[in-house]
């Protein structure tokens, strides 16, 4: 027996294909959503779901819940060389959501499959790694391997959210390019002993940027800029490089996640290939400095099922069109985010010129400038 067709196959089941899948199945499109690892992951990663993310995630019903259950933040504090220099508030930006919510991703994934399993029980299958696929005039085959068996699929699309290795894009032939940037960074969550509150804070100045965000249950997440990448980071060394940059005494006890990486950039020469698209970090890669990756990647879901419920709607006659005028659109957006990131990454920097950063701080903190780069700071603009 031949299997059923689905309208899209979504490969990969991080944030960018979970939610894509519940936009998706809400408006009645049958979708599978393939994902090679059996259980979600418990890694915090990324904790910034910001304005444009949020009224995206209304549709599908689960932003009051992210909301509810993370921190909103409303802005964040700047120090320069220890001093208190400012603070740049989101209080300005449009409501309903004038604010970052910072929740750790593994319990943003969680909310994600679970509301795509509350509105179809079969639409998410676990343990299903994709190894090939075949596309033809009408339909594309998908083989996967789950446990040791060959399990074929078919569909009218297939959506790679299979992330920066992603194994869609290779298949499909399409290019990715970028690279590695010089810096690298230690990050660690703790039990939150400053007087920050809902706040961000960000300490700018001779030895590298250290910025900190509160997470939900009374944890804060620290992101410190390092010389090299270290090779067995320790929440021993984080602490004492926060002591030393900003006079604040973390406890290195409390630590309940600890690690370093380095940044880099990529981005593929398109997003679509016949009957193939991508989303996410499939797509693009950018700078965690500045937490835009996964709301990009949420962008392009939203992006996609707008294109996607004219193409299983009234036929794919144009479907090459829109998918290629959704790929030049979100490569746009991606290249924004990635200057946003590397300006971001600039102001961290310890460097010689240090007044260039100082003079650039004092703009952002500006009454004149505040509200723009409030936009920038909270993703206006890559929608
Ligand atoms: C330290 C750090 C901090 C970050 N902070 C932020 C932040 O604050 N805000 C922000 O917006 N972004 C942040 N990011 C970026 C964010 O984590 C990523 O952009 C986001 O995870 C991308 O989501 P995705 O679903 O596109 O890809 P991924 O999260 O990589 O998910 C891809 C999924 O595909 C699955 N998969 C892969 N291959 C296959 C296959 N062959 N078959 C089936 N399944 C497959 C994988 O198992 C995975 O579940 C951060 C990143 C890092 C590293």
């Known amino acids: 027996m031949k299997e059923p067709l689905y309208d899209v196959i979504i490969v990969g089941g991080g944030s960018t294909g979970l939610?894509?899948?519940?936009?998706?199945?809400?408006?009645?499109f049958s979708c599978k959503v393939l994902e090679q690892r059996q259980h979600s992951t418990?890694?915090?990663?990324?904790?910034?779901?910001?304005?444009?993310?949020?009224?995206?995630?209304?549709?599908?019903?689960?932003?009051?819940?992210?909301?509810?259950?993370?921190?909103?933040?409303?802005?964040?504090?700047?120090?320069?060389?220890?001093?208190?220099v400012g603070k740049l508030t989101f209080s300005a930006c449009p409501p309903p959501f004038p604010f970052i919510?910072?929740?750790p991703?593994?319990?943003?994934?969680?909310?994600?499959?679970?509301?795509?399993?509350?509105?179809?029980?079969?639409?998410l299958s676990r343990g299903m790694q994709v190894i090939r696929m075949n596309e033809s005039p009408d339909e594309v085959g998908v083989v996967c391997l789950g446990g040791d068996q060959e399990i074929n699929y078919r569909a009218k699309f297939v959506v790679g959210c299979d992330g920066m290795h992603s194994v869609i894009r290779k298949m499909t032939g399409i290019l990715f390019t970028g690279g590695d940037y010089a810096d690298s960074y230690l990050m660690g969550d703790f039990q939150d002993s400053t007087a920050f509150g809902p706040d961000a804070a960000i300490y700018?100045?001779?030895?590298?940027?250290?910025?900190?965000?509160?997470l939900p249950g009374g944890?804060?997440?620290?992101?410190?800029?390092?010389?090299?990448?270290?090779?067995?980071?320790?929440?021993?060394?984080?602490?004492?490089?926060?002591?030393?940059?900003?006079?604040?005494?973390?406890?290195?006890?409390?630590?309940?996640m600890i690690s370093a990486f380095k940044v880099s950039h990529f981005t593929a020469n398109t997003m679509s290939k016949g009957r193939i698209v991508l989303a996410g970090d499939s797509a693009h890669v950018v700078s965690p400095i500045g937490g835009?990756?996964?709301?990009?990647?949420?962008?392009?879901?939203?992006?996609?099922?707008?294109?996607?419920?004219?193409?299983?709607?009234?036929?794919?006659?144009?479907?090459?069109?829109?998918?290629?005028?959704?790929?030049?659109?979100?490569?746009?957006?991606?290249?924004?985010?990635?200057?946003?990131?590397?300006?971001?990454?600039?102001?961290?920097?310890?460097?010689?010129?240090?007044?260039?950063?100082?003079?650039?701080?004092?703009?952002?903190?500006?009454?004149?400038f505040q509200k723009s780069f409030a936009r920038q700071f909270t993703m206006r603009g890559l929608e």
Not at 114 to 121: A, N, T
């Open 292 to 368: 835009q990756g996964m709301n990009l990647g949420w962008l392009d879901a939203f992006a996609l099922f707008e294109v996607f419920e004219v193409v299983l709607k009234e036929g794919s006659s144009h479907s090459d069109q829109l998918f290629s005028t959704y790929s030049d659109r979100r490569l746009k957006a991606a290249a924004k985010a990635r200057r946003r990131s590397e300006l971001n990454m600039w102001l961290g920097r310890d460097s010689k010129v240090g007044f260039l950063q100082n003079g650039m701080i004092r703009l952002i903190l500006s009454p004149i």
């Open 19 to 28: 939610f894509l899948g519940a936009l998706l199945v809400q408006a009645g």
């Open 204 to 214: 700018l100045g001779r030895f590298g940027v250290v910025e900190c965000f509160p």
């Open 105 to 123: 991703q593994c319990e943003t994934e969680s909310i994600l499959a679970s509301r795509l399993i509350e509105l179809d029980p079969s639409a």
């Open 42 to 84: 418990t890694h915090s990663r990324s904790i910034g779901i910001h304005p444009p993310a949020l009224e995206r995630l209304a549709k599908i019903g689960v932003a009051e819940q992210i909301r509810s259950r993370g921190v909103p933040v409303q802005g964040g504090v700047a120090f320069l060389n220890k001093r208190r």
């Open 219 to 256: 944890l804060r997440r620290w992101v410190v800029k390092t010389d090299t990448l270290l090779d067995l980071p320790d929440a021993s060394a984080l602490c004492s490089l926060i002591d030393q940059r900003t006079g604040l005494k973390v406890d290195e006890t409390t630590c309940s």
């Open 101 to 103: 919510v910072s929740l």
